[in-house]
């Protein structure tokens, strides 16, 4: 198998994005998926609650030190910055924001790099500033395959856009096609 986790990173827009996207993967999805979504500082993370209910997989909120689990959703808590420290492992830092947002997308997609290399899958969504261009750039330059929701199918497409000037390379792709995509890298 070549793919050994996802990530995806959204903003504005990206609770819809991702409903077209998280809900469609099998129940039998063998990868952790982990997700940043630039949300307020506040206590609750509404998205867990919201994709449990449309998901065939577990969703929960990624906590530090964490054991990576197969066919799991892992969301960034509010206000703190998701990182893969080991290809096994997950860490939470409340390090400085980074493009505005903590969470931040480089954050998390830098170190799934790092800890994954060519068994990674890294989607920027819809968003409204950079964050996660340099990121999927990182991806890309240690063999993952990089991914970009349709500028024009985005709700706002700067992020789409700044991803795609930052890695050339990566594929433009529909919200509906994404899981097909994933299913397709496991078979490789």
Known sequence: MSLRAVVIGASAG??????????????DFPAPVLVVVHIPPRKDN???DLFARKCRLKVKEA????????G?????????HLLVETAETLALSSDEAVNHSRPAIDVLFETA?????????ALVLTGANHDGAQGLKAVCETGGRAFVQ?????????MPE???????????IRLDDIPNALQAMLEE
């Open 14 to 27: 990206g609770v819809q994005a991702l409903s077209h996207v998280l809900p469609d993967l099998p129940a």
């Open 46 to 48: 509404a998205l867990v």
């Open 63 to 70: 906590e530090d030190k964490e054991p990576l689990a197969p």
């Open 72 to 80: 799991t959703i892992y969301f960034a808590p509010p206000d703190y």
């Open 113 to 121: 790099a790092d800890a994954f290399g060519s068994a990674l899958a």
């Open 150 to 158: 349709d500028p024009a199918t985005a709700e706002v497409a700067t």
């Open 162 to 172: 700044a991803a795609l000037a930052a890695c050339p390379a990566a594929l433009t």
